[in-house]
């Protein structure tokens, strides 16, 4: 880590640079450039925002600690594992856009996601519940099996195609939402509201709907 930190201190722009792999935790990168870098498979923590990562790679690699409520525009977090996260109060129209990224078993109890680019995001096992998803796009396959979304607020959510196999979401609020061809077997949805609610062709069993 001393090794990098005086390379960082010495030279700012590690532009198309080869990082695949590299562990970059703990490291500061205020006015660094990592236009183009490979960090394919690298080991990141929310620091690396401080850098410029216009057309960076990222696919596979970790990162740790980020606020999504305050994450820049023009990142592409496909396939990006992202531990720890936290979602504080957002700023005014920010919209939150993790497309693709790898969020499994995430803490977003009450978060506020209303909007949010969330298409093919893997949120298997992520606690959800109370969230705000209103008006949020869960579509492209996303996956949220066995999370849990109790009391979250999905109205005219897009859940087209995604995965909810055994998510609990007993009591949220789906009224007007998309769950256009979505996976609800073994889905809790006891005293969900799901007035208005597209469920053409919505894989599901009757235990787990019961009255629909």
Same mark, same amino acid.
């Given at each position: 880590?001393?090794?990098?930190?005086?390379?960082?201190?010495?030279?700012?722009?590690?532009?198309?640079?080869? !990082?695949?792999?590299? #562990? !970059?935790?703990?490291?500061?990168?205020?006015?660094?450039?990592?236009?183009?870098?490979?960090?394919?498979?690298?080991?990141?923590?929310?620091?690396?925002?401080?850098?410029?990562?216009?057309?960076?790679?990222?696919?596979?690699?970790?990162?740790?600690?980020? #606020?999504?409520?305050?994450?820049? #525009?023009?990142?592409?977090?496909?396939?990006?594992?992202?531990?720890?996260?936290?979602?504080?109060?957002?700023?005014?129209?920010?919209?939150?856009?993790?497309?693709?990224?790898?969020?499994?078993?995430?803490?977003?109890?009450?978060?506020?996601?209303?909007?949010?680019?969330?298409?093919?995001?893997? !949120?298997?096992?992520?606690?959800?519940?109370?969230?705000?998803?209103?008006?949020?796009?869960?579509?492209?396959?996303?996956?949220?099996?066995?999370?849990?979304?109790?009391?979250?607020?999905?109205?005219?959510?897009?859940?087209?195609?995604? #995965?909810?196999?055994?998510?609990?979401?007993?009591?949220?609020?789906?009224?007007?939402?998309?769950?256009?061809?979505?996976?609800?077997?073994?889905?809790?949805?006891?005293?969900?509201?799901?007035?208005?609610?597209?469920?053409?062709?919505?894989?599901?069993?009757?235990?787990?709907?019961?009255?629909?």
């Amino acid at each position: 880590m001393v090794r990098w930190q005086l390379r960082l201190h010495l030279r700012k722009d590690f532009s198309f640079e080869q !990082l695949a792999g590299v #562990d !970059l935790r703990h490291l500061r990168f205020r006015r660094v450039s990592l236009r183009g870098a490979n960090l394919t498979g690298a080991s990141l923590d929310g620091h690396i925002l401080e850098a410029d990562l216009t057309d960076a790679v990222l696919h596979n690699a970790s990162i740790a600690g980020l #606020d999504l409520a305050r994450l820049p #525009d023009g990142i592409d977090f496909a396939r990006v594992r992202l531990l720890e996260v936290r979602c504080s109060s957002r700023r005014d129209s920010h919209i939150v856009r993790v497309r693709g990224a790898d969020l499994t078993g995430a803490d977003l109890r009450a978060a506020d996601l209303r909007g949010a680019d969330l298409r093919a995001v893997n !949120l298997s096992g992520a606690d959800l519940r109370g969230a705000k998803l209103a008006g949020a796009d869960l579509g492209g396959r996303a996956n949220l099996r066995g999370a849990n979304l109790a009391g979250a607020t999905l109205f005219a959510a897009n859940l087209a195609y995604a #995965d909810l196999l055994g998510a609990n979401l007993r009591e949220a609020d789906l009224r007007e939402a998309n769950i256009w061809q979505t996976d609800l077997r073994m889905a809790d949805l006891t005293a969900a509201n799901l007035a208005g609610a597209d469920l053409c062709g919505a894989i599901r069993d009757s235990t787990a709907m019961p009255g629909i």
